[in-house]
């Protein structure tokens, strides 16, 4: 599958989705991206399979390859047990709710 995108589009705005390797995000919040530079790297040394392209290419002299949008590594990482212990994990827990005062507004993150 290759997803849209001119050719315009600067590669700094072109990250890839990484996916485990049973094709789940590595994490939800916030999602596994990686730059465009290291998606390439990983392909070359064949640690990912591309999912999906975007329609940007990139070339040198020698070579032209389709910019990966979505890459799943080959081997599978063994997610956590327990997600850590962050202030931002609690705000989710919460449901980014104060509780001290029940608000949902000013929150320190």
Sequence with gaps: MII??????????????VLNADFRPLS???LSLWCWQDAVKS???ERVSIVSNY????????FEMSLP???????FIKPTEHPSFTRFNVFLR?????????DKKDLTF
């Design 4 to 17: 849209g995108s001119s050719e315009r589009v600067p590669l700094e705005k072109c990250p890839a989705l």
């Design 28 to 30: 939800y919040y916030p």
């Design 43 to 45: 392909v070359f040394l």
């Design 55 to 62: 329609k940007r290419k990139i070339r040198s002299p020698s």
């Design 69 to 75: 949008s979505v890459i799943a590594l080959k081997n």
């Design 94 to 102: 919460d449901k980014f709710t104060c509780q001290y005062c029940g």
